[in-house]
Every structure is written in structure tokens, then in C-alpha cells.
């Protein structure tokens, strides 16, 4: 297939290209930068199954060729304020490529009869009241709320993708990610795995927001690409969740960081205000990606994190 990815130089998008085209596909990458590098693709440069596109997904997108599939991940991720990276610090440009982006990469989508995939998070359930979360809770979003310009631009994007699949007849998917983490995040977008990692390879005290009883259900990325790749190449049409199941409070999760890489400064809390509508609890129930994709996690956390320490070292400049 020729697979056009938005987001392409982002954390996930990175990742999908390379998969895709470990598959024998080409990929058409597409991204302006706001929060992703070009670094994450430097390892691309010249693959005859690659090519670049630096285009704002919000503006109408013109792609040469055919179109097989589109993959749209483009969007900031990352809720800490503390960051300019963060998608507080950029709302209308979230909003953007949440409402925008989506119509125009469905709309790439119709124009070619290709299959869509739409990258939806676990923020659509807000801070729920249902756990863990399947796909048939409706959420607990505030719609006024800090977090909203993220949480309600994907519920838009699943609701246009869904009025494109019914009223197009559009080949789409939704997948609904969780938490996940790995090489090539960002280290300066403030999102807990950065952060932990950079402060316990510092031998820094890692900063826990609120009291750390706050839960959160970490992914290791390989785990999550593989689970989207089935999505795509399943009949699929409802929303799937995919992520790890294994739920862990934030200071569990600070402490098993620090006992990994051997800090000795433990942990320091600091206020939640500014996060405003934190989810409290999150865990993704994986029932229906288990039955319709046959797929589940295979990498433990403390794996994960051995597997991502080297890229920030190297990030940090701590090894070569
Ligand atoms: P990321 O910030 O690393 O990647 C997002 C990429 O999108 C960046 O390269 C950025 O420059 C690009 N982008 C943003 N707006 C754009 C625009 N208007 N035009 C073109 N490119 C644009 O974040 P990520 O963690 O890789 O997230 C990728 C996608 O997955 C996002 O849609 C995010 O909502 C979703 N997601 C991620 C997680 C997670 O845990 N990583 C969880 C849930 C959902
Ligand atoms: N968090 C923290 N310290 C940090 C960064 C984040 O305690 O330095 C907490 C944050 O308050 C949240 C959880 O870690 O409860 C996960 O935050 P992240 O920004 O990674 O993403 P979220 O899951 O909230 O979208």
C-alpha cells in the first residue's frame, strides 16, 4: 500500500513509518514540526519507501500519487502546562489538528477510496467514573476544562470519522491509545515518562504532581504499533482500545524508575492545581482488541523502561 502517516516525525508517528515500511509498504510522512523533530526520521533520509511532506495537517493537504491508507497522528500529546510543548500552551492549534486535520485527511481519504485510521486516546473517557474503561463508556469530559481543547478534539475526530465511515461509506478505524512510552518522546514535553527517566538518570528527586495516588497503565511502544497494525488490517469499525492493562499509581510507578536506574534521591511532590481535571484512574479493559485483533501486551514495564533508559542517556548526552 502507499500509507500517508501525519505525525510522521513524532514519537508514534516515527515508529508507525518504520513499521509500515518494514512491511513493504511506502509511506508519505507529513508533519510541521510543532511538537515532533526531524531527528526522529533522519534514519529515513533516502529510503526508496520514504517520503517527506512538511505540511500543517489543518491546511488543505495535497498528496502526489495514489493513496492506499491514511494514518492520522498528527496532534500535540503531551497535557503539562510546565511545557511549551504542552497542548495547554498550544489549544488552538490542538483544536486544529483534532477538527481540521481530521476533516482533511478523511477528506484525503474519500478523495482516493482509502482506508483511514484515526488515532483517538484514552482522554475521550476524561477523568471516568467506569474502570476500567471500555469503548462503550461515554466519558467524563468537562467541556470548559484546561484539558478540553485535547479531549474534545478527538471526540470530534471519532464522531466526523464515524459520520465519514456512515454517510461516505468510508473504510475507517479509531483506536483509542493509552499511555505509552519509549524511544523517541520528546525529552522536554513534560509527559511523566520524560520527565522520570531524565530526573532518576540526574540522580534528581522525580517530581510527582498531587499525592502520586493517581493511576496510569503504561504501553511500551512496540507493544501498541503492533496492536494498531492489526487495527488496520482488520474490518474493524468501532472504536478499540489499545494499551496495557497492568494499572500503577504514579509514585509506584516513580519508585520502580528510581530502583531501575539506582537514584538515591527518591521523590518530591509538588502541587496538581495547575493540571486542573487530572484523570484520577485510568486502565484500559483490552477485551475487545484480545478477541477482534488477537492482540495483548508482551513487554513488562520494567522492560519497557530498560529498553527506552539508553535512548535518553544518549539524548542527555550521558553515553554515546
Ligand atoms: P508527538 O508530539 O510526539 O507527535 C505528534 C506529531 O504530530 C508531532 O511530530 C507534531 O509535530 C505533529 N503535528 C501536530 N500538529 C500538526 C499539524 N497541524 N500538522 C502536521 N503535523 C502536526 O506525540 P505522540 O505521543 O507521538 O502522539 C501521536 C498521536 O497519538 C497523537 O494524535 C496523540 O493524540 C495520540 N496519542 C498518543 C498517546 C501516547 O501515549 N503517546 C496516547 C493517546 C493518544
Ligand atoms: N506526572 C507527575 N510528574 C511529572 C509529570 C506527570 O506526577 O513530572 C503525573 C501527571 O500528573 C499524571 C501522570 O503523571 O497524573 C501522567 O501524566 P502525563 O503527562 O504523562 O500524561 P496523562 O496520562 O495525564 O495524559
Redesign the pocket.
Known sequence: MRILV????????SHLCDRLIKEGHFVIG???????SPDNLAHLAGNPNFLFIR????NFIFVPGKVDAVLH??????PNPNSP?GYTNLPI?TM??GAL?THNTLGVARAHRAKYLL?????IYGDPLEHPQKESYWGHVDPIGVRSVYDEA?RFAEALTMAYHRYHGIDTRIVR?????GPR??LD?GRVVPNFIQQALRHEPLTIYGDGSQTRSFCYVDDLIEGIYRLLLSDEHNPVNIGNPTETTILEFAQTINQIVGNPAGVVFQPASRLGDDPQRRQPDITRARQILKWEPKISLAEGIQRTIPYFSQKMGLSS
Open positions: 501525519t505525525g510522521a516525525a513524532g514519537f508514534l508517528g507529513m508533519d510541521n514540526f510543532i511538537t515532533g505540511h500543517d495537517v489543518s497522528f498528527a496532534s500535540p500529546a503531551s510543548y492549534q486544529k489538528a486535520g488515532a483517538s486516546t484514552s482522554e478527538k491509545i493509552f499511555n505509552t512510552y518522546m520528546r514535553d
